[in-house]
């Protein structure tokens, strides 16, 4: 069984501010692992994924996340958040020998100015 | 512009209606997948579907019933739905059914149910 827990509903941050937004992981495999964003009335858009190989993954719109096998964490980070990051973040996991993308109950980031 | 284009963007039926949501994918993809997404819950997987063959039918109600008539559309048939159906229908695509490839999203259809 795999399983995808987002601790935080929300995440506030002022902008120029670091974003970090966390996410916790269970599998029973080699996990696959997947950032999404949902702006309002819109569908997720793919951020960035794991794989295998360096544990520091960058993606789209100066997002990257960390893997970290040990604490089966994959965190979404960016340096400098902007007032247009404000969105529905969704962490998801595959295990892989599995085809289902199982997701989080997604985390609420708003940027202020 | 995510490649896959779902219509209606929105829905208002009634219990005893019939309406469908239509899915099609310019991406040349060979799987494809219907989630519910309910408000503050992860989203549902509904059915997968992989060139044109069911792959997963998730222990939903019969009220809800696929089609893949080719791998670039899909169709989601609705009759006699109750009012905890409304929700976010969300298609998406993949490359395959298995493996690393990400999904891609449309932008789904808000169903409301009288």
Redesign the interface.
């Known amino acids: 069984a795999q399983s995808?827990a987002q601790p935080e509903?929300q995440v506030n941050v002022a902008e120029g501010n670091p974003l970090t937004v966390k996410c916790t992981y269970s599998v029973s495999g080699n996990p696959?692992l997947?950032w999404?964003v949902q702006y309002p009335?819109?569908?997720?858009?793919?951020l960035l994924?794991y794989?295998t190989g360096d544990n520091l993954v960058k993606g789209s719109y100066g997002f990257e996340a960390e893997f970290n096998k040990s604490q089966t964490s994959f965190h979404l980070k960016k340096p400098s958040a902007l007032v247009s990051d404000s969105a529905l973040y969704?962490c998801a996991v595959?295990d892989?020998d599995d085809?289902?993308?199982?997701?989080?109950?997604?985390t609420t980031v708003t940027v202020r100015a | 512009e995510?490649g896959?284009t779902?219509t209606p963007r929105h829905l208002v039926m009634g219990m005893t209606n019939k309406k469908s949501l239509k899915c099609e994918q310019h991406l040349g993809h060979n799987a494809m997948y219907w989630y519910k997404q309910s408000a503050?819950?992860?989203?549902e997987?509904m059915f997968?579907y992989s060139l044109e063959e069911r792959?997963?039918n998730n222990s939903v109600p019969s009220r809800f019933s696929p089609e893949c008539p080719n791998s670039s559309h899909l169709f989601l048939h609705l009759h006699t739905l109750q009012p905890e159906d409304s929700a976010l229908y969300?298609c998406?695509s993949s490359q395959s059914?298995?493996g690393?490839q990400?999904?891609?999203?449309?932008?789904?259809t808000r169903l409301s149910i009288l």
């Open positions: 995808v509903d696959y997947f999404y009335n819109r569908g997720l858009q793919f994924k794989i969704f595959r892989g085809y289902k993308l199982s997701f989080g109950a997604g | 995510t896959v779902q503050k819950k992860p989203l997987l997968v792959v997963e969300l998406a059914w298995q690393a990400p999904q891609h999203f449309g932008d789904g």
